[in-house]
């Protein structure tokens, strides 16, 4: 019997992750299919309700990890991925159509574990897609062209990614926008003190790892938001213990006065994707790192402004005509002046978004 076996997923505490999935279902569902997801996290998944959109959840062995970061050859670290996710390969057969639904991760050096569903995918006569992809430019080698030229079908979200995959003669991509975007926002009480008009701020500790002075930027942003609009929101969107949002935002606080510190609004730890994307619906602005709030943001009409770093922020910011709204990284210095002028230019953006 024909079966869909959804990977990548790294747990819904990626409330990114968390988005893709929950827009995704409804087409997949048309199928008629079950729907096995091999998950890191299935306590975060069931705390979050994907357990009841999937028809089950297969645990990955991440015991194993530290075994694979020290793996010294690409090959070998396959063979461990092979391992960490054996439960989820057992799954594959003929009849099976395996989905890679994590965004990003041929973005990064751990490409190899998406590699071995896509394999063994292949080795047993089943099929093998990715949905909602990026894929950073420069990390395409002959390895990577070698098993992306393999699937059966790429469905690539921002036309930076299609142009890549080209060079590399890769063709059968569809250029798609990510899922999330149809993502419906899930109406919820709003949190205390969020009233007003509302300005919001996502800020990624990811993103201060790599930048001294990037904490400095969006206090300086928050300044100025916090002189124009009545409330300030500090959103995460991805609150993994080892890189939570969370933590990065309450740095942020820490550089306000106690003051403006009375008129900052947080998000509470039990909102979903969906309820999430409420909140930014409700907002004058967003000032964002997450790929995923910006999405949010774009989708409910909402002016925003991204500190990019990726192929994936560029890459929609364009396909959307926002680029001019993304700033690369390095060019955080110029974040205040250009949250200033998204203020300013806020019902144009607006309409335009709409």
């Known amino acids: 019997m024909k079966k869909l076996l959804l990977y990548g997923h790294g747990g819904a505490y990626n409330h990114g992750a968390e988005a893709i999935l929950r827009s995704s279902l409804p087409a997949f569902r048309r199928t008629n299919a079950p729907i096995l997801l091999s998950t890191h996290f299935p306590e975060q998944d069931r705390e979050f309700g994907l357990d009841r959109l ?61 590699s071995v569903f896509h394999l063994t995918a292949k080795e047993r006569g089943g099929n093998s897609i990715l949905w909602g992809c990026s894929i950073q430019p420069e990390m395409i080698n002959a390895r990577m062209a070698r098993i992306l030229r393999a699937h059966d079908r790429i469905y690539a979200r921002e036309s930076l990614t299609v142009d890549a995959l080209g060079e590399h003669g890769i063709d059968h991509v569809v250029l798609q926008c990510d899922p999330a975007f149809y993502l419906q926002p899930e109406p919820a009480a709003l949190p205390k003190g969020f009233r007003g008009q509302v300005a919001a701020i996502n800020l990624s500790p990811l993103m201060l790892r790599r930048s001294d002075l990037l904490l400095e930027n969006f206090a300086e942003a928050a300044h100025f ?41 947080r998000v509470p730890k039990t909102f979903n994707a969906a309820q999430r994307k409420y909140l930014i619906s409700r907002c004058e602005l967003l000032v964002c790192c997450r790929t995923h709030a910006s999405i949010a943001g774009y989708s409910c009409g909402i002016p925003t402004l991204v500190i990019g770093y990726s192929v994936k922020s560029q ?16 060019d955080g210095k110029k974040l205040a002046a250009a949250t200033a002028k998204l203020w300013n230019e806020r019902d144009k953006v607006r309409k335009a978004l709409q």
């Open 315 to 330: 890459g929609i910011g364009r396909d959307l005509g926002m680029e001019r709204w993304v700033l690369p990284m390095e």
């Open 225 to 265: 938001l916090l002189g124009k609009a009545d409330t300030l929101l500090l959103l995460p969107h991805v609150t993994m213990p080892a890189d939570d949002d969370q933590e990065a935002l309450e740095a942020l606080a820490e550089c306000l006065s106690p003051d403006e510190q009375a008129r900052v609004c």
């Open 54 to 114: 999937v028809d089950r959840l297969i645990p990955a062995d991440l015991s194993l990890v530290p075994e694979e970061r020290a793996a010294g050859s690409f090959e070998d670290k396959q063979s461990i991925a092979a391992r960490i996710y054996r439960d989820a390969l057992a799954e594959i057969d003929s009849e099976t159509i395996c989905i890679g639904i994590g965004g990003d991760n041929y973005c990064y050096p751990n490409w190899h574990r998406q």
